[in-house]
């Protein structure tokens, strides 16, 4: 089983450059997250999504867009990157028992915007 | 303010010391209080998790809510090298609501 498996790990982008952070989940979970974390500001909630076809905002969803066509995939795109997007991403599951039974989370993605 | 404050450290004790990790928050709303440990370099993952106030045990690891005082602590007795991470404090309103994380505090704990 290999739970949140997120791509690349590590990425460099021009500012200005778009791309796409990708995340997939073999736990048959409805619910899947993006949280970006930085130095000193703990995780930062970015979008989420209940279902699929599902997807709302969480607390700093600025530049970032999200959409979630299958369970198992949660894309999130950069539109146009910007240095103070540098950070280190995580995609988050968690099953529909809500919270208190934990969040698995991927290895995450080193993002550097130059 | 930050909804939810917590010490960055870094914290580095012995090997077999008592440690305490700690937390406060503004919302008093919050009603579920979980701890994270992160290893380097990946994902957090679920350590404690607390409703209400209270104590919970689990072998080495207590974890205490006091609601009226906004304060949530993590303690870990007889702390081993294998310990070292960074904990994040986590809570919410409600079991289905997203949590709010605070910034994570680095041990390490020298043999």
């Not at chain 1, 989420?48 to 299958?70: F, H, K, L, M």
């Not at chain 2, 957090?44 to 998790?49: G, K």
Request: glycine letters at 8%.
């Amino acid at each position: 089983n290999a739970g949140v498996t997120q791509t690349p790990k590590f990425q460099v982008l021009k500012t200005g450059q778009s791309m796409t952070l990708q995340c997939a989940q073999d736990m048959n979970h409805e619910y899947m997250s993006w949280y970006r974390q930085d130095p000193g500001m703990g995780l930062r909630l970015i979008h989420y999504s209940v279902g699929a076809g599902i997807t709302d905002q969480g607390e700093v969803p600025n530049g970032y867009n999200v959409s979630r066509s299958t369970t198992e995939d949660f894309p999130l795109r950069l539109l146009s990157a910007a240095p103070s997007q540098t950070s280190v991403y995580f995609c988050a599951t968690r099953s529909g028992q809500g919270i208190s039974y934990g969040y698995t989370f991927g290895s995450g993605t080193r993002l550097t915007v130059v | 303010q930050k909804e939810v404050e917590q010490d960055p450290g870094p914290l580095s004790v012995p090997e077999g010391a008592i440690v305490s990790l700690n937390c406060t928050y503004s919302n008093s709303a919050f009603q579920y209080f979980m701890w994270y440990r992160q290893y380097s370099r990946k994902g957090p993952e679920l350590l404690m998790y607390t409703y209400s106030s209270g104590n919970k045990e689990d072998g080495r690891f207590t974890a205490q809510v006091d609601k009226s005082s906004k304060y949530i602590s993590l303690f870990i007795r007889d702390s081993q090298p294998s310990d070292s991470a960074t904990y994040l404090c986590a809570m919410s309103v409600n079991n289905n609501n997203d949590m709010r994380f605070g910034a994570g505090t680095r041990l390490t704990v020298k043999p």
